[in-house]
């Protein structure tokens, strides 16, 4: 590993570790002060470099991308701003337990608090929003340092993969020459052979971090069980979680407790082959509130997306069992009465081994429900095309299997809503840790990248809007997707809000009308923008996107407050099937 100089010597040492430890991809923004970086990881054979001329998209990028695989993506970027570009998406990194290892370039440190240019303080820039924060050493050649490098490295691996995940930030700091260039003397002759561990390291990572998935201990388990032996009326609940139970584990507990599962969008349980013939349920949001509450509920992953089940839950007197791994608290109601520290899967797979418990006619009147609302939702969608038919098509149109990305606002309510329960292997995906619109198109893209099934992009315009620099990695980066762009012209969620009645400042201030013309994104960004009308062309378009490759962008315009206004017209049709049914004897 002969190198011209130690900083290139310190980066290449660095770029090794990652790449021994597993990593394969980095998001890399140009800059001066981190050279060093960029021409180690360019120069590897065994990373794949992702170039973003913006550094807040290249940020969603990773995320996304990290989203798909559970690896972080590192990323890389100059002194500077750059590195603050970087922190919305290191939030949801936080928030949502995404991996993600940011590399910030850095002047050297007498530089700091002296009016150097591209020079601000980094040191802890993310705050509380990093598992480990760790300001490097500057590059020397030495035996130790290079070995210290080295096990920051991994142990940065380690911390940001571990079962509370999420971002790890490195500050790196380096002085010129910052360029590959000859330097005498930097790096003494025969150093790789005098220190070869320092220098080249071990055949895999330099530290080996095993960390333990919690079990569940056997009282608990046992105090599980009975809660649910001596429940009428045991619920399973499974919310928005990248990590969270397996499928097949949340499949096998249906079947072996019989009681229903209701399955967010996100949860990676609503859809697949798992479903099959299991009552794992989709359309609670509609009919959860007209049944009878349970009195035992065991809950997986963080808050559900629906509001209804989250009140439903909070108002039910139930006695509540929390899963996180981690320990934390994800359930903002506080009713939950019991928080169980164990890994997910292994708690399902420990009841699937219980006795087998009678659900009986518990189960039976959610199944029932859950068949009803289906029928009515489909009469709703012949009736009218609006924002929630959009969604319930590219669910049911969805190739098996798709990596499907909605944006937040009305698109993941609708996907919860009106995303029918089917086996399909498709892989939702939503930035719910922070909720905001920023960065949508780029994490879409950055988990596309990681796969190759067919990639769904649904945004609404204010997302598309926000994030149209992301749109540039299509090329860039090599992906292809479906983007289907909801524009109602405006923040349409706002229509859900009592601010509603106020207008002004309704209009000006909130719903926020544009009326700008997204079509000149296909010639700017080189890619096919279609716009339709009625359900039949959208669905005839959706088809032929997905099976082709490219890239369309399938525009739906739509009336926000009239979509709104029929969600409402059909969750009051809902509830009354729902309670009339339930009357009859």
């Known amino acids: 590993m002969s190198a011209p100089n130690k900083n290139t010597l310190w980066a290449r040492v660095l770029v090794d570790e990652f790449a021994k430890a597993g990593l394969d ?89 002296s009016g150097a240019n591209q020079t601000i303080d980094q040191e802890k820039l993310y705050g509380n929003s990093v598992r480990w924060y760790r300001d490097l050493p500057e590059p020397a050649v030495e035996d130790r340092k290079l070995r210290s490098l080295r096990t920051d490295c991994a142990r940065a691996v380690a911390k940001a993969e571990g079962t509370d995940a999420g971002p790890v930030h490195l500050n790196v700091p380096f002085r010129k020459p910052l360029d590959p260039v000859e330097v005498p003397g930097d790096v003494p002759e025969g150093f790789e052979a005098e220190y070869p561990l320092a220098a080249t390291g071990r055949d895999g990572p330099f530290v080996e971090v095993a960390e333990g998935r919690a079990a569940l201990e056997t009282a608990t388990r046992d105090e599980l069980v009975r809660a649910f032996e001596q429940a009428a009326r045991g619920l399973i609940v499974v919310g928005p979680d990248d990590n969270g139970p397996t499928p097949a584990a949340i499949g096998a507990l249906a079947d072996a407790t019989g009681m229903p599962v209701l399955a967010d969008p996100l949860s990676r349980v609503r859809w697949g082959p798992h479903t099959a013939g299991e009552p794992i ?35 039910s007197g139930a006695r509540q069992f929390v899963v996180d791994p981690a320990g934390e608290w994800r359930e903002a109601t506080f009713t939950a009465s019991d928080l169980v520290v164990a890994d997910p899967t292994r708690v399902a797979e420990a009841l699937t081994q219980a006795p087998t418990m009678d659900a009986g006619d518990w189960t039976r009147r959610f199944e029932e429900a859950e068949s009803r609302y289906w029928e009515l939702v489909a009469a709703a969608h012949d ?26 606002s009305m698109p993941v309510r609708d996907a919860d ?55 540039l990695a299509l090329a860039r980066c090599g992906v292809d997707a479906t983007i289907v762009l909801v524009n109602n012209d405006g923040g349409g969620i706002f229509h ?14 909130f719903k926020t009308p544009h009326g700008l013309d997204f079509e ?54 809902v509830t009354e099937a729902i309670q009339r049914d339930s009357s009859r004897p």
Do not use: W
């Open 25 to 113: 991809a980095v998001c890399i923004s140009p800059g001066s002060r981190s050279t060093p970086l960029t021409v180690a990881f360019s120069r590897h054979p065994d990373i794949r470099v992702f170039s973003h001329l913006d550094e807040r998209s290249a940020a969603y990028f990773a995320l996304g991308r990290a989203k798909r695989t559970g690896r972080p993506t590192p990323l890389v970027c100059t002194s500077g701003t750059a590195a603050a570009n970087f922190h919305p998406a290191v939030i949801e990194a936080s928030q949502a337990r995404v991996p993600m290892l940011v590399l910030t370039a850095d002047r050297p440190p007498e530089l700091r608090d």
């Open 281 to 315: 349920l989709g359309g609670y949001d509609s009919y959860v509130d007209a049944l009878p509450a349970p009195d035992v509920v065991l809950r997986f992953g963080a808050a559900p997306t629906s509001k209804t089940l989250q009140h439903y839950l909070r108002d």
């Open 383 to 408: 009736e009218q095309f609006f924002e929630g038919t959009v969604l319930a098509d590219v669910v049911e149109l969805a190739p098996d299997p798709t990596t499907l990305f909605v944006s937040n």
């Open 417 to 471: 809503r009106f995303g029918k329960p089917r086996k399909a292997a498709i892989t939702a995906l939503a930035n719910r840790g922070a909720s905001g619109i920023d960065g949508i198109t780029s994490s879409a893209l950055g988990a596309g990248s990681a796969t190759d099934d067919p990639l769904v992009l649904v945004t609404g315009d204010l997302a598309y809007y926000h994030d149209m620099n992301g749109l």
């Open 496 to 509: 859900m809000l009592p601010i509603e009645a106020f207008d002004p400042p309704f209009t000006g201030q």
């Open 520 to 573: 000149p994104t296909g010639d700017l960004y080189d890619l096919e923008f279609v716009r339709t009308e009625g359900r039949g062309e959208f669905r005839e378009a959706f088809v032929a996107s997905v099976g082709e490759a490219g890239t369309r962008v399938i525009e739906v315009q739509t009336d926000a407050e009239a979509s709104h206004r029929f969600r409402e017209q059909l969750s009051e049709r």
